[in-house]
């Protein structure tokens, strides 16, 4: 990788990957016996739980496929590493602050396994100008819409973040922790959802102990 090529973002857009890519027989298997790809993944794992959060999502792709990996797959694991080459210089920076602000972001991709079809959510949390915190998770069941899985990443990160900013309160590091928390979310349909006391028959699916997400917004 010593002359690889830079690229600006840890995954080419459109790309998608699935069992059905993986090698059929030992010709394809015998083609990818001498690519390290299991190393590679595993070195791209502790980059992203130490220092890298922006390539949590693309590493947990790219894990799926460990067992019988194929070309595409190894393509997109150099893709990463072409990314962090370019981006060696990032880190992660924060500032004083006598008063703490914790802001978080909560994303999800519907149906995003093409082998499950199930749907991926992922939040991240900022403290003092920096990131602090951050998960990518897949779920175990099938979401049955857009609205519910980014409803469902919202509760997960309210749980995530009010307990963050209580371990934060009770260091009395600061004097104080700004409130309310905030939590952004791209999804026009959960932000109005969350912020609406009536329910509708289009929100009828989502699971009880989500609605703690409505309760907690107002």
Same mark, same amino acid.
């Given at each position: 990788?010593?002359?690889?090529?830079?690229?600006?973002?840890?995954?080419?857009?459109?790309?998608?990957?699935?069992?059905?890519?993986?090698?059929?027989?030992?010709?394809?298997?015998?083609?990818?016996?001498?690519?390290?790809?299991?190393?590679?993944?595993?070195?791209?794992?502790?980059?992203?739980?130490?220092?890298?959060?922006?390539?949590?999502?693309?590493?947990?792709?790219?894990?799926?496929?460990?067992?019988?990996?194929?070309?595409?797959?190894?393509?997109?694991?150099?893709?990463?590493?072409?990314?962090?080459?370019?981006?060696?210089?990032?880190?992660?920076?924060?500032?004083?602050?006598?008063? &703490?602000? !914790?802001?978080?972001?909560?994303? %999800?991709?519907?149906?995003?396994?093409?082998?499950?079809?199930? @749907? =991926?959510? *992922?939040?991240?949390?900022?403290?003092?100008?920096?990131?602090?915190?951050?998960?990518?998770?897949?779920?175990?069941?099938?979401?049955?819409?857009?609205?519910?899985?980014?409803?469902?990443?919202?509760?997960?990160?309210?749980?995530?973040?009010?307990?963050?900013?209580?371990?934060?309160?009770?260091?009395?590091?600061?004097?104080?922790?700004?409130?309310? &928390?905030? !939590?952004?979310?791209?999804?026009? %349909?959960?932000?109005?959802?969350?912020?609406?006391?009536?329910? @509708? =028959?289009? *929100?009828?699916?989502?699971?009880?102990?989500?609605?703690?997400?409505?309760?907690?917004?107002?």
């Amino acid at each position: 990788m010593g002359s690889s090529r830079l690229v600006d973002t840890p995954v080419a857009k459109g790309d998608k990957f699935s069992l059905k890519q993986c090698p059929k027989n030992n010709l394809e298997r015998t083609i990818m016996h001498d690519k390290p790809y299991a190393s590679a993944v595993g070195s791209l794992m502790h980059a992203q739980v130490c220092t890298r959060p922006e390539i949590t999502f693309i590493v947990g792709v790219l894990d799926r496929y460990l067992n019988n990996p194929c070309m595409d797959h190894w393509t997109a694991a150099k893709r990463v590493m072409h990314y962090l080459k370019k981006t060696r210089d990032y880190k992660f920076t924060s500032r004083r602050s006598e008063s &703490l602000e !914790i802001i978080g972001f909560s994303d %999800s991709d519907f149906v995003g396994c093409q082998d499950s079809k199930h @749907s =991926t959510s *992922s939040y991240v949390f900022m403290l003092a100008g920096g990131v602090a915190s951050w998960k990518f998770a897949k779920w175990t069941h099938v979401a049955s819409s857009t609205m519910a899985i980014e409803v469902v990443a919202c509760y997960e990160a309210s749980n995530h973040g009010i307990w963050l900013r209580n371990f934060v309160t009770r260091l009395h590091v600061v004097n104080d922790i700004k409130k309310p &928390l905030k !939590i952004y979310c791209d999804n026009n %349909s959960a932000v109005l959802y969350s912020n609406n006391n009536n329910n @509708s =028959t289009k *929100s009828k699916h989502i699971d009880i102990k989500f609605l703690v997400v409505k309760e907690r917004v107002q």
